[in-house]
């Protein structure tokens, strides 16, 4: 028997600053952590002021993890000390495995009209992980493959399957799945799901209904359980849904359409010691990686 996946959380994102002063919304980082495992943090860094993301973010250091950066809109410029560098455009992906140890920037620009759209996640690496060697991975938006269904839904697969057509993202621990979904309004789509892995979906353009009743519902938001008479469980612009356990999610549209990265993962169960962009297993760890990065020892591999 199939099962739906019902709604175990709401969330919305809340403006921050990281780097050198960005403005950017989190939608998700430390304080959730284990709900989202393997995922650990998930920043909107949308604006249409340059002023708000001009400074970017300087050479920092990473290790335990991966970040993976998706822009629609605008340009990244990035380097690291695997001796990358480049343009991450409209359309394009940086997948970066930090494993052992990388040194980074990224410095965003907007584009001719000063707007910058993107996303980027962290994915926890499990334990025996951790101190691989670093790797690095530069998609360009025509190398993602689309899926259009018969009801108009288009999908990009960046990592995953769907449909048989494969994203050019492989060979990830955590076996993601990350997916840029366009639902057609007046449209009712269900889409498949590994049972026992973290699914949720962050909406980014309209408005949609993630769960099969429309009626008033159950749902925790912001730490805490609501029984809300007065929301309207539709789902818009800025807002995550974390779902429950199940073998696929039903999404519908009524007069507007949805546009939403649809994002899961196989947990990792792992015990989580994190200190800004460092995130190992235990204190200890992280002491040994924040002395190496003081001492000079911090990178592991050389590009």
Not at 4 to 11: E, F, M, S
Not at 83 to 104: C, F, R, Y
Request: with cysteine; charged share 25%.
């Amino acid at each position: 028997m199939t099962t739906t996946r019902d709604i175990q959380k709401v969330l919305k994102s809340k403006p921050t600053r990281e780097g050198a002063g960005v403005r950017l919304n989190r939608v998700f980082g430390f304080s959730e952590v284990p709900t989202f495992d393997p995922f650990l943090l998930l920043d909107d860094f949308g604006s249409d002021n340059p002023a708000h993301f001009a400074k970017g973010f300087p050479w920092h250091p990473h290790r335990g993890i991966e970040t993976i950066t998706y822009v629609l809109t605008g340009e990244v410029e990035h380097g690291d000390s695997l001796g990358n560098e480049g343009v991450i455009g409209p359309g394009d992906v940086q997948w970066m495995t930090a494993g052992s140890g990388i040194i980074h920037q990224e410095m965003p620009q907007g584009d001719a009209d000063g707007t910058l759209v993107g996303f980027q996640l962290w994915a926890n690496l499990p334990a025996r992980q951790k101190m691989m060697d670093p790797r690095y991975r530069g998609i360009t938006g025509d190398e993602i493959p689309e899926v259009t269904f018969e009801d108009g839904t288009v999908i990009k697969v960046i990592a995953g399957e769907v449909s048989g057509v494969k994203g050019p993202v492989q060979d990830v621990v955590i076996d993601p799945e990350y997916l840029d979904v366009k639902v057609p309004a007046n449209t009712t789509v269900r889409y498949p799901t590994a049972r026992g892995h973290t699914v949720f979906a962050y909406v980014i353009e309209g408005e949609g209904y993630f769960c099969n009743e429309k009626d008033p519902f159950t749902y925790e938001m912001e730490g805490r359980n609501y029984f809300d008479l007065q929301r309207e469980p539709s789902i818009t612009d800025g807002e995550l849904v974390l779902f429950g356990d199940g073998d696929e999610i039903t999404v519908s549209t009524e007069v507007e359409p949805v546009r939403f990265l649809l994002i899961s993962g196989k947990p990792i169960e792992e015990p989580v010691a994190w200190y800004g962009p460092v995130v190992m297993n235990t204190q200890d760890e992280l002491r040994t990686a924040f002395e190496e990065y003081r001492e000079g020892t911090f990178i592991k591999t050389q590009g």
